[in-house]
């Protein structure tokens, strides 16, 4: 019988992250003060985020960093995840590629955020801190951060996009059932929030309001820091776990991957499971991977953005970050993928892009559905919309090896699970997506 | 690092189910036609379920009965599961005993349901059907069945309690997303359903018409076959999957149980993860061990029902079955643990429980829900309804180590998780649950 999924012994999990930066050939540029034009410091960007993540932010000069043992013990809850050979999918694509795809959804959260949450409550714990905070859309990085709060004793506070809050209670529900306070943004809760509601009450509230509201709060509140699922680099070196698991699995099923995929929203699940194969590339020992990032059509900031300084929230309360960017004013279409409805990629990516290093597909919310619908049925998963994007790619490649008539290695990362996504799943079936 | 979790290679997956009844010290009485009181023959049974499901109920004398290749293919998309020690709960609860949990719930459609609705399709596309229909309750079967006929490629249609076909819109989705036809039961689709309309127009429908209308649809159906997913003795044999695995697992982390727990609705998850580890008992070779099935105190069948012959379902289509019920025209409560608002006792499982072999915790819906949310800020995983009966009842064990100062291990069946029932949480939160 042909094995199928592959995992790792506990005592074999990755004990460090990877770094990307010290082997990159141009550095990312520094994040700068909006004020000052300065590059920020580990002592600015402490007064939001934990000390150990901002020195990992902009300090990290090692390629290894190591995991604390607390939280390589909570990784153990779910890691290593299965690394599976999608058989089923292959034979529906009649195609001679061998197709793989790193299972994330079976993290306690339903997703690959909780990677970054673990290491982040911890890191707020260890430092004396008694709260953190943060922001959520779609929902999944809201509920990595109330799992991994409750895990280290410590309370959270999730700012969640009213629209979701509204379209998607059962989120909420999660959140709480972790023992989060979750609330609405814009809320009267913080002076953003009331300014944004005086000017329009009925404002449904966007990743950018959320970000606003929940920087506020860190910052007025003692013993509480903010956190954030994406975008920044300390999130990618964590989410690099998921790809150096999948290279020692992939190696134990006997093969290496031509392709590598991953669905883009800030760049850290894609960063996540790429880097860790990208370094052979960097240091010369392989050739000719390729790196895709699938981002939505209606969001294209990798293949339609420009490159440059921009904000990472609406209000401009952030740095200034380098990146590929369709400007922090960008309002994306409504999409069922709101983890990628962001419109920059973080600064690593960025660069890479800009040297050549990844490529970028673009995806329909109509494809990525359909490319869903037929991986629930063949592989018995019904994957996150965001993660559909990243099938999307994957069948594209297929495609195109049948054509060619070759035989290539894909592998590309399920970022979770679409449990609580069954109403985008309701409308594509009716005939009612556009 | 202590280990956490346990696998095992797709190589020593289990290759038979086992089989309680040769090891039996009273066999089960057999079924009877309600008409003639004899009973029941294969032939009779095939009518409606397959002719390999019908033999495994009837004719079983083998200890081991052989998993299809194909069926231990579709294993592999999801088994094993693995057995995970429960740390956090054990920390939570400050108590002497170890506790393990049998995760059932990384099933593609998130429950053990699946590993009966696999042979139940496989077995129906072997002998040359190409429909299967069944009915759902809390939906945990119907998803499973619906995906297991889409990986054989034939059709399914699902009867769902029109009541929960409108609470769970999603276990709905899911279904539709693995591509079955669902119609909310009592319907005008057959001629039990419209008999059931014309007298009560507003019925909410329940398992019995559901039943009623499925059966009648494989009767009337050419190349049509029934599947049920609880009660019947081959579904059991099928569930034995989960103690066999869970027997190698639990002896990799050089241990054995004293206590094993299943929630109980029907009796298969209780049955599958119990019958491995319980003919070691009837063998003479283990002594002691305890089996406990945890019931909803609202529908406590086996601690207040009576033994004797009764019918399956409401409607009276079925054979008598020998079991502890209470009464095929019982209603019970509506608590949120569909799949444990069933009348009776599987045939097996009433003997067992006769002969003094098992033994059922009675726990209350309020017990249930602490004990889901204390597991899910511990152990990560948000459960379904019915498997908070099977941690309340495991607390429970461990609560009394702790008093005794004892040291014991347990090991319970995680059935599912409850990501489709967050409106529960809810209202458990909420502070609105009776």
Chains 1, 2 share one sequence.
Not at 98 to 125: R, T, W
């Amino acid at each position: 019988m042909k094995q199928k999924r592959y995992f790792l012994d506990e005592k074999d999990l990755p004990e460090q992250w990877y770094n990307i930066v010290p082997d990159m050939v141009v550095k990312p540029q520094p994040m700068l003060d909006p004020v000052t034009r300065k590059p920020v410091t580990v002592e600015d960007l402490s007064r939001i985020f934990s000390l150990e993540a901002s020195r990992q932010e902009l300090n990290a000069t090692d390629r290894w960093i190591p995991i604390p043992d607390k939280v390589r013990e909570m990784y153990t809850y779910y890691r290593s995840t299965p690394l599976v050979r999608a058989y089923g999918l292959e034979k529906a694509l009649d195609t001679p590629a061998h197709i793989y795809f790193k299972n994330e959804s079976v993290s306690p959260v339903g997703s690959h955020k909780l990677n970054s949450a673990i290491p982040q409550a911890y890191y707020c714990k260890m430092e004396g801190d008694t709260n953190v905070t943060t922001e959520t859309g779609a929902g999944q990085w809201g509920t990595a951060l109330a799992y991994a709060a409750s895990v280290f004793g410590i309370d959270s506070a999730v700012y969640q996009v009213k629209l979701s809050y509204e379209q998607k209670p059962y989120r909420r529900s999660m959140m709480q059932v972790f023992g989060s306070q979750v609330t609405a943004s814009p809320s009267m809760s913080t002076r953003a929030g009331k300014d944004i509601l005086t000017v329009n009450p009925h404002h449904q509230g966007s990743l950018g309001t959320a970000i606003s509201e929940a920087v506020e709060l860190a910052r007025m509140t003692p013993g509480c820091k903010y956190t954030l699922g994406s975008v920044m680099s300390h999130v990618t070196l964590h989410q690099t776990i998921i790809g150096l698991e999948a290279e020692k699995q992939i190696e134990m099923a006997g093969e290496y991957p031509d392709v590598v995929i991953g669905c883009f929203g800030g760049g850290s699940n894609f960063g996540g499971i790429s880097f860790p194969f990208l370094r052979h590339v960097l240091d010369g020992t392989r050739k000719g991977t390729r790196f895709v990032a699938a981002e939505p059509e209606s969001c294209p900031k990798m293949t339609k953005g420009e490159f440059g300084y921009d904000f990472g929230d609406e209000a401009g309360y952030t740095p200034l970050i380098p990146m590929f960017s369709l400007g922090h004013k960008f309002r994306p279409a409504h999409i069922h993928a709101g983890g990628l409805r962001y419109h920059g990629a973080g600064a690593i990516v960025s660069q890479l892009l800009k040297d050549g290093f990844v490529e970028a597909a673009d995806i329909s919310q109509m494809d990525s559905f359909a490319a869903g619908t037929l991986f629930a049925r063949t592989e018995g998963i019904v994957p996150a919309p965001e993660s559909c994007h990243a099938i999307a790619a994957a069948i594209r490649e297929a495609a195109a090896c049948r054509e060619e008539g070759v035989q290539r290695t894909i592998l590309f990362n399920l970022t979770g699970h679409g449990l609580m996504d069954m109403a985008a799943y309701d409308q594509y079936l009716a005939g009612n997506l556009v």
